[in-house]
Nanobody
Framework: QVQLVESGGGVVQAGGSLRLSCAAS????????MGWFRRPPGQQRELVAL???????KYLDSVKGRFTVSEGNNENMVYLQMNSLEPGDTGVYYC?????????WGQGTQVTVSS
């Protein structure tokens, strides 16, 4: 079993920055992918940023150029640097990891961007 724990959420004014961190623990082996999803208020969960084995990345179009996903020096950490935040970025952010074909999710951390 894998546990994912997020940290770094909070309240920030538009134009500000936040950095989310996710620590994986438990029965860890190489993940096929790690990254972040979010659930805006009243909406469905959506992919924000993903880093794949081989280090290729995928981003939601609306965050390209503003957000950067990265891994730690070991395989147990993934980060999301969020710059130039907009009110539309408000939501609960979830860490995600894919191990073989099994997805894992963190409990979520709230990000609120005020205008």
């Amino acid at each position: 079993q894998v546990q994912l724990v997020e940290s770094g959420g909070g309240v920030v004014q538009a134009g500000g920055s936040l950095r989310l961190s996710c620590a994986a623990s438990g029965s860890i082996s190489s993940f096929n992918a790690m990254g972040w999803f979010r659930r805006p208020p009243g909406q469905q969960r959506e992919l924000v940023a993903l880093i794949l084995r081989g280090e290729s990345t995928k981003y939601l179009d609306s965050v390209k150029g503003r957000f950067t996903v990265s891994e730690g020096n070991n395989e147990n950490m993934v980060y999301l640097q969020m710059n130039s935040l907009e009110p539309g970025d408000t939501g609960v952010y979830y860490c995600y990891a894919l191990q073989s074909t099994t997805p894992y999710w963190g409990q979520g951390t709230q990000v609120t961007v005020s205008s």
